[in-house]
């Protein structure tokens, strides 16, 4: 398995990037997905999740209304457009693979196991 994530950078609160997660190595579409993010000196947070077909998505609360999480299973690649970015949105995000079972689990960042080398995302001016 792996996950190549990209498209990390420094933007100005209130700016946007689209984060991309290239995977291989496994049946891509069998799979629900996630991002999760790790700021300095913090435990690893829940982003967002998206179900195997990319018709379900999932979002913290902090996220909401402000992250769009989706994916193209032609690609084998998942997304996450970030608009209106505020410095606590700085972190390193990860994308990882979730092993199946209850939606509810999502949340749960120790649920999924594949992990991708993460990219950094830095909001500041």
């Known amino acids: 398995v792996q996950l190549v994530e990209s498209g990390g950078g420094l933007v100005q609160p209130g700016g946007s990037l689209r984060l991309s997660c290239a995977a291989s190595?496994?049946?891509?579409?069998?799979?629900?997905m996630g991002w999760v993010r790790q700021a300095p000196g913090k435990e690893r947070e829940f982003v967002a999740a998206?179900?195997?077909?990319?018709?379900?998505?999932y979002y913290a609360d902090s996220v909401k209304g402000r992250f769009t999480i989706s994916r193209d299973n032609a690609k084998n690649t998942m997304y996450l457009q970030m608009n209106s970015l505020k410095p606590e949105d700085t972190a390193v995000y990860y994308c990882?693979?979730?092993?199946?079972?209850?939606?509810?689990?999502?949340?749960?960042?120790?649920?999924?196991?594949?992990w991708g080398q993460g990219t950094q995302v830095t909001v500041s001016s």
């Open positions: 990882a693979v979730h092993p199946g079972g209850s939606s509810s689990s999502y949340w749960n960042t120790y649920a999924y196991d594949y």
């Open positions: 998206i179900n195997w077909s990319g018709s379900s998505t």
């Open positions: 190595g496994f049946t891509f579409d069998d799979y629900a």
